[in-house]
């Protein structure tokens, strides 16, 4: 790979963006570069989903997400076509609009602003600690597995006042859900089995069910003896003078549970590639962490872009670019896209933590932007930091990417460290 280039090989161009196929090579940034270019708000023909409108441009995937009045996210945030029952049944912070989203998001939002997260960076930084005492001592191991995967969760744990010792079934919950299209996790493949019987379950994964008495159980104990943690807040909090119904907070914390941990695991995995893959970029932020870390954390977070892509609904007849659009019309923000965008960004394609300004579009922006991305944010830098502090180097193997078209994961990845 030539020095600093992102995704040596980018795909092919004509490439089927809604199958979950093409993105077990990687996300297909030719087919994106060329909508950009070409058709930046294009038609996509599908025939299982009632097709959208493909939003590839930075500037238009902010004018999508921060105009909640011309088009909304009550009828879904996925391309998946849903029926009303399937709406409400599903519906959570995400699929609601202002003033509701507003109201169910300031629930939880204290736990998570920028000053009260930097609170949680002494507890992460031990935890990641002890994982890595114990797991870098092996010299070679899957660090999806062994690292990447356990430390979010666990964090999570922490945050909802859960167990800690139920984090592997909660990851495993998890992954049967928002990793739906994967063999490796459900025999539920979301396009290759009848789902028809879980259609009023997150993610039309049975899966939920499994989360669901878990909330449930935790619900019950938290009702009896409330404690200072999320869970509680939840189940005491009334956002419209009542409190939330049980499958409103069952659903609320099943959404808490994937978000708080799939994400981030993917984005540090991601991150281990690129620096294996740029020694210059490694040894730059090996030579100075505290004056590298907040733009190298950024920097990763545009590159790996992990949530690939959210849904509004049109509200009317409109246009996005000068492109008519239906009033009904789907219309899809592929955020990987914006942040390859290089009308945004100069040399998208070139991975460079020193750049800035990064206004990359990884958490969304707007009214439903990520409310766990300072969290995020602290576990990205706060694990680099850590892992960089323990090596002299390490060396990569060849990453097993999961199949979806919605998340950009990696299932495993073989390491081999050399400790300092």
């Given at each position: 790979m030539a020095a600093n280039v992102l995704h040596a090989d980018l795909g092919d161009p004509e490439a089927d963006i809604t199958s979950h196929d093409t993105y077990l090579r990687g996300f297909p940034h030719a087919a994106f570069r060329r909508l950009r270019e070409n058709e930046p708000v294009s038609w996509v023909d599908d025939s299982a989903e009632g097709g959208f409108w493909a939003v590839t441009k930075h500037a238009d995937v902010i004018e999508v997400s921060r105009d909640y009045n011309r088009f909304t996210a009550s009828r879904g945030i996925r391309i998946e076509e849903m029926a009303d029952d399937e709406l409400e049944a599903r519906?959570?912070?995400?699929?609601?609009?202002?003033?509701?989203?507003?109201?169910?998001?300031?629930?939880?939002?204290?736990?998570?602003?920028?000053?009260?997260?930097?609170?949680?960076?002494?507890a992460f930084r031990s935890l990641v600690g002890h994982v890595l005492d114990d797991v870098l001592a092996l010299g070679e191991f899957d660090f999806v597995t062994e690292i990447a995967r356990e430390l979010p969760i666990r964090m999570l744990c922490r945050l909802l006042g859960v167990p800690e010792s139920d984090s592997g079934k909660m990851v495993d919950w998890g992954d049967q859900m928002i990793s739906n299209a994967d063999p490796e996790y459900t025999p539920v493949i979301i396009d290759k089995v009848d789902t028809e019987e879980y259609r009023l379950l997150p993610f039309r994964s049975p899966a939920a069910l499994e989360i669901f008495r878990y909330a449930e159980d935790i619900a019950l104990e938290r009702r009896q003896e409330p404690r200072d943690d999320i869970i509680t807040t939840l189940l005491t909090a009334e956002p419209d003078g009542e409190p939330l119904t049980d499958l409103e907070f069952k659903n609320f914390f099943t959404l808490m549970m994937v978000a708080g941990n799939e994400t981030t695991r993917h984005t540090i995995s991601h991150g281990l590639v690129y620096l294996d893959n740029h020694?210059?970029?490694?040894?730059?932020?090996?030579?100075?962490?505290?004056?590298?870390?907040e733009l190298a954390t950024e920097e990763i977070l545009r590159a790996s872009s992990v949530t690939m892509h959210f849904r509004r609904t049109a509200t009317e007849d409109?246009?996005?670019?000068?492109?008519?659009?239906?009033?009904?019309?789907?219309?899809?923000?592929?955020?990987?896209?914006?942040?390859?965008d290089d009308e945004q960004f100069a040399d998208p394609f070139t991975f460079d933590i020193t750049r800035e300004p990064n206004n990359h579009v990884t958490f969304g922006t707007g009214r439903h932007v990520c409310l766990g991305a300072s969290l995020a944010r602290l576990e990205v830098?706060?694990?680099?930091?850590?892992?960089?502090?323990?090596?002299?180097?390490?060396?990569?193997?060849?990453?097993?990417?999961?199949?979806?078209?919605?998340?950009?994961?990696?299932?495993?990845?073989?390491?081999?460290v050399q400790l300092r």
């Open positions: 519906r959570t912070l995400m699929e609601f609009d202002p003033p509701d989203h507003t109201r169910l998001r300031r629930l939880v939002q204290p736990g998570f602003t920028p000053k009260v997260v930097t609170t949680y960076e002494s020694p210059e970029q490694l040894a730059t932020w090996m030579a100075d962490p505290a004056a590298s870390s409109t246009e996005i670019r000068g492109v008519p659009v239906a009033a009904g019309d789907k219309v899809v923000m592929w955020y990987t896209s914006a942040n390859y830098r706060v694990f680099f930091e850590e892992f960089l502090s323990r090596v002299s180097g390490f060396e990569v193997g060849e990453p097993d990417r999961l199949r979806s078209n919605f998340i950009s994961g990696i299932k495993h990845l073989p390491v081999a």
